[in-house]
T-cell receptor, first 113, second 114 residues
Framework: NAGVTQTPKFRILKIGQSMTLQCAQDMNHNYMYWYRQDPGMGLKLIYYSVGAGITDKGEVPNGYNVSRSTTEDFPLRLELAAPSQTSVYFC????????????FGPGTRLTVL | DQQVKQNSPSLSVQEGRISILNCDYTNSMFDYFLWYKKYPAEGPTFLISISSIKDKNEDGRFTVFLNKSAKHLSLHIVPSQPGDSAVYFCAALNYGGSQGNLIFGKGTKLSVKP
């Protein structure tokens, strides 16, 4: 099993550009999450999904959109990139919500200039 | 307002000695706590967890202690090894609130010196 995979690993965007961060998992997990980690800070939840077709906002959703058309994939869309979105983005998945371990991808380092 | 606090950004320990990483929380509704370990350029990986109905959970060299009255938990690593050098995140969960989502601390960078 590859676990949770994320692409790209690195990306530099100009202000106002858009991009999609890809995330896929092969563990047949129902729950998927997007986090961002700013330097010296903990992970903050952007969006999460409890299954295909169902998504909800986390703590810091502004400036992002998500979709979940399949169990495996959970892309994160940045529209009109801003310098404040410079961060490392982690995708995670879990079998169930809450008490179950979340499995994380390796992260995407995004810089907006 | 930070609900989960890791007040020590870094900790340095000699190989073979005990490492103690601390975590404080403010929300008394948290009922489950987890520790994640993160190496550079990798995603966090789950290490150990504890339910609020327990005060201790042990897994090999790793033990987590929970003091609910003090709203404090700690992770003990004995003996510490150089491969334990990483950033450790404390996370908390209120299953009935926050949609069951984890709240993370800022992390503590542990360096274990040979």
């Amino acid at each position: 099993n590859a676990g949770v995979t994320q692409t790209p690993k690195f990306r530099i965007l100009k202000i106002g550009q858009s991009m999609t961060l890809q995330c896929a998992q092969d563990m047949n997990h129902n729950y998927m999450y997007w986090y961002r980690q700013d330097p010296g800070m903990g992970l903050k939840l952007i969006y999460y999904s409890v299954g295909a077709g169902i998504t909800d906002k986390g703590e810091v959703p502004n400036g992002y959109n998500v979709s979940r058309s399949t169990t495996e994939d959970f892309p994160l869309r940045l529209e009109l990139a801003a310098p404040s979105q410079t961060s490392v983005y982690f995708c995670a998945s879990s079998r169930d919500r809450g008490y179950n371990e979340q499995f994380f991808g390796p992260g995407t380092r995004l810089t907006v200039l | 307002d930070q609900q989960v606090k890791q007040n020590s950004p870094s900790l340095s320990v000699q190989e073979g000695r005990i490492s103690i990483l601390n975590c404080d929380y403010t929300n008394s509704m948290f009922d489950y706590f987890l520790w994640y370990k993160k190496y550079p350029a990798e995603g966090p990986t789950f290490l150990i967890s504890i339910s609020s109905i327990k005060d201790k959970n042990e897994d090999g060299r790793f033990t987590v202690f929970l003091n609910k009255s003090a709203k404090h938990l700690s992770l003990h690593i004995v003996p510490s090894q150089p491969g334990d050098s990483a950033v450790y995140f404390c996370a908390a969960l209120n299953y009935g609130g926050s949609q069951g989502n984890l709240i993370f601390g800022k992390g503590t960078k542990l360096s274990v010196k040979p």
